[in-house]
C-alpha cells in the first residue's frame, strides 16, 4: 500500500543544512518535508565541526535559532599558529572587525530540530529507499519508506542536502557533472577528552613530525588532532601515545601546559578537496556535503554547507514571493562563487600547515618563509583572517 501527500519543497537529509533549509522556508510560509535516513539519536551523535563563521551564527540568528549558541558557545577573537617552537596569533577582530564562535555542530543539530519540533514541522526519520522522480517536469515527487511502508510525497521542488554519500547528487546526469577532485596523501588522528582545553583559541601546529590541531568543544571538552597516515590502525595508537606525540608537535611552552586525560572517541579523518558541478538538474537543488566537500583545516564544510543554504533559501523564497525563476536558475553560479573561494582558503592551509610526503626541502623552505611572512605582515594576516572569519556571503 502506498500513502500519497503533497508540500511545495522536500529536502533530503536531515542534517544541519536541511533542517535550517527546511526552518527559514517554514518562517516565510513555504510549506516543505525533510526526509533523513537515519534515526533522530543517530544524527544527534554524530561529531562534527565547531567553528562558525561570523556570516554563519549572524543567519542563524536571524532565524531565531542561535540563542543556547549565545549563552553557550565561544567567541574567539583571533587564532594561533605555531612553527619552529614560536607561537603567534592572528587578531580576527582587530583586522577584520569580526569573530568565530566555538559551538559543535551536534549543538546546531539540537537547536533545529528543536525548532522543528516547535513549529510542528514535518521531519521523517529513518525513511529508506528515498528514490526521485520526474526532477525535468513542473510535477516531480519523491518516493520512501518507512518501516516497509511506502510514500509518495508531491512536490515542486527538491533540495538534496543528504550528505557525500547521499543519494541525491547521482540524480544529475553523469554527461552534465564536472568533478574537481584533490585527495590529500594522509589524514587527521583525532580524539575527544573531558580535559579543559589547552588554550582560550584555537591552535594550528606546523612540525616536522606532522600537522597538529588543538581545539575545543566546551570548558571541559577537548579536540584534538595530529597528521597520520591514511592506514592508520586506531589500536596502534593507544591515549598515552597520541598525548606524547600531540606534546611533541606543540611549542614547549605550550605542550606543558597539556591536561591530559582518557579519549571519549577517536578517529581517522581523510582529507580531500571534492568540487562538483552543477548543483542544480531541473527542479533538484544540491547544497553542503552533497555538492562538495573541502579538508577540514579552514574550518569550512559545515559553515559552506550555511552559506548554500542562503543562497538556495533565498531564492525558493523570490520564487514562491515573486514567481521569478531567476535566482533559482543563477542558484548554482551564486553558490559556487563563494564554494572555490573557500576550497582554495582550506587547500592553502593545508599545503602551509602539513608534511607531505616524499617533498623536498625547497617545499619545507617555503613554508618557513610563508609562515615567517604571516608573522611579520599585517596584509597577510588580514587576508588570512578575512578568509577564517568568513567571507560575505
Known amino acids: ?51 562558525i563563521e561570523q556570516g554563519s551564527a549572524d543567519l542563524l540568528r536571524k532565524y531565531g535559532v542561535a540563542n543556547r ?37 551536534t549543538q546546531i543539530q539540537r537547536d533545529l530540530y528543536e525548532a522543528r519540533d516547535a513549529a510542528d514541522a514535518t521531519v521523517v526519520f529513518e525513511a529508506e529507499n528515498v528514490t526521485l522522480h520526474d526532477l525535468d517536469t513542473n510535477r516531480p515527487s519523491v518516493t520512501y519508506e518507512v518501516r516497509g511502508e511506502r510514500q509518495t510525497v508531491q512536490c515542486e521542488f527538491v533540495a538534496g542536502c543528504d550528505g557525500t554519500h547521499g543519494t541525491s547528487s547521482s540524480y544529475i546526469p553523469a554527461e552534465l557533472v564536472k568533478t574537481y577532485e584533490n585527495v590529500y596523501p594522509f589524514g587527521w588522528l583525532g580524539i575527544l577528552s573531558e580535559t579543559p582545553p589547552i588554550n582560550d583559541e584555537l591552535i594550528y601546529a606546523n612540525h616536522p613530525r606532522g600537522f597538529a590541531l588543538c581545539s575545543m568543544r ?35 611552552q605550550v605542550a606543558e601546559t597539556l591536561v591530559t586525560g582518557p579519549s571519549i572517541d577517536k578517529s581517522v579523518t581523510p582529507l580531500a578537496s571534492v568540487v562538483r558541478e552543477p548543483m542544480q538538474h531541473g527542479k533538484l537543488f544540491l547544497a553542503g556535503d552533497a555538492a562538495h566537500v573541502v579538508p577540514p583545516t579552514g574550518a569550512k564544510g559545515l559553515n559552506l554547507a550555511i552559506s548554500d543554504i542562503y543562497h538556495l533559501s533565498a531564492a525558493l523564497i523570490e520564487y514562491y514571493e515573486s514567481g521569478s525563476m531567476a535566482a533559482l536558475d543563477c542558484y548554482t553560479e551564486r553558490a559556487l562563487t563563494r564554494v572555490w573561494k573557500a576550497v582554495r582558503f582550506s587547500w592553502w592551509m593545508t599545503n602551509l600547515m602539513h608534511q607531505f610526503p616524499g617533498e623536498g626541502a625547497f617545499a619545507l623552505k617555503m613554508q618557513e618563509a610563508e609562515l615567517g611572512y604571516l608573522a611579520s605582515s599585517t596584509a597577510a594576516q588580514t587576508a588570512l583572517a578575512e578568509n577564517y572569519v568568513g567571507l560575505p556571503f
Open 1 to 51: 500500500m502506498t500513502t500519497s501527500s503533497a508540500t511545495k519543497v522536500v529536502i533530503v537529509g536531515g542534517g544541519p543544512a536541511g533542517t535550517l533549509l527546511s526552518h527559514i522556508l517554514d518562517s516565510h510560509g513555504i510549506d516543505n518535508v525533510v526526509l533523513e535516513l537515519r534515526s533522530r539519536d543517530y544524527v544527534l551523535g554524530r561529531i562534527r565541526a565547531g567553528v
Open 69 to 105: 549558541m549565545d549563552h553557550e558557545g565561544f567567541s574567539h577573537e583571533g587564532v594561533n599558529l605555531a612553527w619552529a617552537g614560536r607561537l603567534f596569533r592572528v587578531d580576527f577582530v582587530g583586522l577584520t572587525g569580526s569573530l568565530v564562535t566555538i559551538y559543535g555542530q
Open 218 to 252: 566546551d570548558p571541559l571538552l577537548s579536540r584534538y588532532y595530529i597528521q597520520c597516515p591514511l592506514d592508520t590502525d586506531l589500536e596502534a595508537w593507544p591515549d598515552d601515545r597520541f598525548w606524547e606525540e600531540l606534546g611533541k608537535r606543540l611549542p614547549a
